[in-house]
């Protein structure tokens, strides 16, 4: 059960987009269409943001995309806010297991 | 509004038991899966345990296997995870979780929090 890889972090200026990437294998990303993004701010749970890959749940600005390309999924961050500051973990479900998470990315909103 | 509040978390030695229970509310409890997830200090986030609905199946992270129990009692609307065998490693916030990791877990706890030290 090997977690995904993600960039430690990532910034953006209000306004601009930001893009955070999540690397796993054949065995995970690159054979499901199950990525899930979760957004945490200190202190604070996760909340759910895009699952299966691009799909938002209801109240999730649409601000927020997803899309996966072979071993790596995305999320986008468009229109960068300052409450978007927060860090993000992705997950993907690997088929005999439950599923993974990334190591988190914090964005930092400049 | 969907609630689920976790207790049972605290200070304990190594090698000690601690039990989380995790009171689930505003939905149809039964009728969800459940998962534990877990976060130490300043690090990620880490799946502990899997429940179905119907305690059906059930799966566990291979850190965990073999020393940590989940189970539910849909009569309760309640979410348990027997903890054995702690280590200083499975010091973390722990959330009740609802729903599938395959298809996005939609709501969370907020957490308690296991101390594992001597």
């Known amino acids: 059960q090997s977690a995904l890889t993600q960039p430690p972090s990532a910034s953006g200026s209000p306004g601009q987009s930001v893009t955070i990437s999540c690397t796993g294998t054949s065995s995970d990303v690159g054979r499901y269409n199950y990525v899930s993004w979760y957004q945490q701010h200190p202190g604070k749970a996760p909340k759910l943001m895009i699952y299966e890959v691009s799909k938002r749940p209801s109240g999730v600005p649409d601000r927020f995309s997803g899309s996966k390309s072979g071993n790596t999924a995305s999320l986008t961050v468009s229109g960068l806010q300052a409450e978007d500051e927060a860090d993000y973990y992705c997950?993907?479900?690997?088929?005999?297991?439950?599923?993974?998470f990334g190591g988190g990315t914090k964005l930092t909103v400049l | 509004e969907v609630q689920l509040v976790e207790s049972g978390g605290g200070l304990v030695q190594p090698g000690g038991s601690l039990r989380l229970s995790c009171a689930a509310s505003e939905f149809t409890f039964s009728s969800y899966s459940m998962n534990w997830v877990r976060q130490a200090p300043g690090k990620g986030l880490e799946w502990v345990s899997y429940i179905s609905s119907t305690s059906s199946t059930i799966y566990y992270a291979d850190s965990v296997k073999g020393r940590f129990t989940i189970s539910r009692d849909n009569a309760k609307n309640s979410l348990y995870l027997q903890m054995n065998s702690l280590r200083d490693e499975d010091t973390a916030v722990y959330y009740c979780?609802?729903?599938?990791?395959?298809?996005?877990?939609?709501?969370w706890g907020q957490g308690t929090l296991v101390t594992v030290s001597s």
């Open positions: 979780a609802r729903g599938l990791l395959m298809t996005g877990i939609d709501y």
């Open positions: 997950s993907s479900y690997a088929g005999s297991t439950v599923g993974v």
